[in-house]
T-cell receptor, first 116, second 111 residues
Framework: DAGVIQSPRHEVTEMGQEVTLRCKPISGHNSLFWYRQTMMRGLELLIYFNNNVPIDDSGMPEDRFSAKMPNASFSTLKIQPSEPRDSAVYFC??????????????FGQGTRLTVV | QKEVEQNSGPLSVPEGAIASLNCTYSDRVSQSFFWYRQYSGKSPELIMSIYSNGDKEDGRFTAQLNKASQYVSLLIRDSQPSDSATYLCVVNGPGRRALTFGSGTRLQVQP
């Protein structure tokens, strides 16, 4: 298996533009997580899905952020409009258990987003 | 209070020494504890998991858990320069359905 695949690896965009980050989880994993990492705040959970259903989106910073999982093999994280403070590395991770207990989460390589 | 607390470091140890990384957590009902390693510019990867009180050894790594004190630690024996990375303490439990990460401790192993 190729692991969790994220695209693009790097994204530079202008403030106010829409940004869409993509993730393909590991086949057979039914839980998917979106994290954001910055120097100041570390790794923060934004949202997670189980069986394509959003379970907890309390980490989504504001209405400019939205996430979807239309099927078991694809998820998107959209920021509209983007702002410079959204600059961060966004990680997608997947696991086999929706509770996450006793289960390892596998991370993608991340998308480094820069909003200028 | 942060849910998972770690000293940000950097923790600097000489090659061959034991590196000791510590973590405390706030949710008493937490059940699962993990240590992830993250090299600069890379994604986190799991190196140890522990679920019950006591020690768990895997090669040069030993994870220690004390639920009464809400304390988790990671010992790295015979530290190597290749161990230089940020180590993330991660906690999960029945009251939480996703992994909660500490901010990480940066370890530097000096050759």
């Amino acid at each position: 298996d190729a692991g969790v695949i994220q695209s693009p690896r790097h994204e530079v965009t202008e403030m106010g533009q829409e940004v869409t980050l993509r993730c393909k989880p590991i086949s057979g994993h039914n839980s998917l997580f979106w994290y954001r990492q910055t120097m100041m705040r570390g790794l923060e959970l934004l949202i997670y899905f189980n069986n394509n259903v959003p379970i907890d989106d309390s980490g989504m910073p504001e209405d400019r952020f939205s996430a979807k999982m239309p099927n078991a093999s694809f998820s998107t994280l959209k920021i509209q409009p983007s702002e410079p403070r959204d600059s961060a590395v966004y990680f997608c991770a997947s696991s086999t258990s929706w509770t996450g207990v006793n289960t390892e989460a596998f991370f993608g390589q991340g998308t480094r987003l820069t909003v200028v | 209070q942060k849910e998972v607390e770690q000293n940000s470091g950097p923790l600097s140890v000489p090659e061959g020494a034991i590196a000791s990384l510590n973590c405390t957590y706030s949710d008493r009902v937490s059940q699962s504890f993990f240590w992830y390693r993250q090299y600069s510019g890379k994604s986190p990867e799991l190196i140890m998991s522990i679920y019950s009180n006591g020690d768990k050894e895997d090669g040069r790594f030993t994870a220690q858990l004390n639920k009464a004190s809400q304390y988790v630690s990671l010992l790295i024996r015979d530290s190597q320069p290749s161990d230089s990375a940020t180590y993330l303490c991660v906690v999960n439990g029945p009251g939480r359905r996703a992994l909660t990460f500490g901010s990480g401790t940066r370890l530097q192993v000096q050759p």
